[in-house]
C-alpha cells in the first residue's frame, strides 16, 4: 500500500507536486491549484499541531470510516466536507505568491515525513498511528494532485 513512509512513493509525490502547475484545471471542486497546495500545507500545520482544527470526529469516523478510507483500495469520493480551518473558502490560509507557497509545502512535507513525534490527533478520525498518518497523508495528496491532473 501506497504511504509517505515508504522513500518511493514519497519521490513520487514529489514529483506529481513538481508537475502541478497555477493554470491547471480541477476536474472537480472548486479550489484552484493555488488554494489545493495552501489547503494540503493548512493539513500538514494540523498534522504537526500548528494549526488548530475544529473536530467532526464521531465513534463511526475513527474506526469504520478511517478503516474504509486508509485501507480499502479505492478511490476517495469527491466533494466530502473538509472542515472550515482547511476551507479555502471559509478559514483556510489564503493563497499568496504560488512559488513561495509551495516551497512551504514541500517544507511542511518533509517535516511531517521527518516528525520525530506523535502526530497531532485528526479532525475526523481522530488520534492515528505513524503508519496511519503516513498513509492518510499519502492518500489525501494523491487526491488533491488528480484533481488537478498531476
Given amino acids: 500500500m501506497r504511504s509517505l513512509a515508504n522513500d ?16 491547471n484545471q480541477a476536474r472537480w471542486g472548486s479550489m484552484s491549484p493555488h488554494q489545493m497546495v495552501c ?5 500538514f500545520r494540523a498534522a504537526l499541531g500548528q494549526k488548530q482544527v475544529s473536530s467532526s470526529s464521531t465513534l ?15 478511490k476517495w469520493p469527491h466533494g466530502v466536507k473538509t472542515r472550515p480551518e482547511l476551507d ?28 520525530p513525534r506523535a502526530y497531532a490527533p485528526h479532525c ?18 494523491d487526491h488533491h494532485l488528480r484533481q488537478f491532473g498531476a
Fill in 39 to 43: 489547503h494540503l500545507s493548512d493539513s
Fill in 88 to 115: 479555502q473558502h471559509l478559514s483556510g490560509t489564503g493563497p499568496t505568491e504560488y512559488s513561495a507557497d509551495l516551497d512551504g509545502l514541500r517544507a511542511l512535507f518533509d517535516r511531517f515525513c521527518c516528525w
Fill in 124 to 141: 475526523m478520525f481522530g488520534p492515528m498511528t505513524r503508519g496511519e498518518c503516513m498513509r492518510h497523508a499519502y492518500l489525501h495528496m
Fill in 60 to 74: 463511526f469516523k475513527r474506526t469504520v470510516y478511517k478503516w474504509a478510507a486508509l485501507w480499502l483500495p479505492v
Fill in 8 to 23: 518511493s512513493d514519497r519521490q513520487a509525490i514529489l514529483e506529481r507536486l513538481n508537475s502541478l502547475r497555477p493554470e
